[in-house]
């Protein structure tokens, strides 16, 4: 079982900047990887960055240089930084982990993008 709680998000002006925040209970993160995805109203969720257990990560093209996913092995919590928002970043932001053949998702944190 994983319990992943995210948190941080808000409103924010565009051009502004938020850390996400993802911690789990339950396992030990650092040993899977981790996904950040997010859910605008009427869309489809899509996949934003994830990182995996050495590392490694990658970005959906429309965030790279902005977003930056990075974990915390210490406090078992994994963050998306999120620098030089825009309204199209306006959604529900989940982290998701793998594992046995199951997707543990949270519960979202909605961000939203809005002067």
């Known amino acids: 079982q994983v319990q992943l709680v995210e948190s941080g998000g808000g409103l924010v002006q565009p051009g502004g900047s938020l850390r996400l925040s993802c911690a789990a209970s339950?396992?030990?993160?650092?040993?899977?990887?981790v996904h950040w995805y997010r859910q605008a109203p009427g869309k489809q969720r899509e996949l934003v960055a994830f990182?995996?257990?050495?590392?490694?990560?990658n970005y959906v093209d429309s965030v790279k240089g902005r977003f930056t996913i990075s974990r915390d092995n210490a406090k078992n919590t994994v963050y998306l930084q999120m620098n030089n928002l825009k309204p199209e970043d306006t959604a529900v932001y989940y982290c998701?982990?793998?594992?046995?053949?199951?997707?543990?998702w949270g519960q979202g944190t909605q961000v939203t993008v809005s002067s």
């Open positions: 998701k982990v793998f594992k046995s053949g199951v997707d543990y």
């Open positions: 339950g396992s030990i993160l650092s040993i899977y990887k």
């Open positions: 990182i995996t257990s050495i590392g490694s990560t």
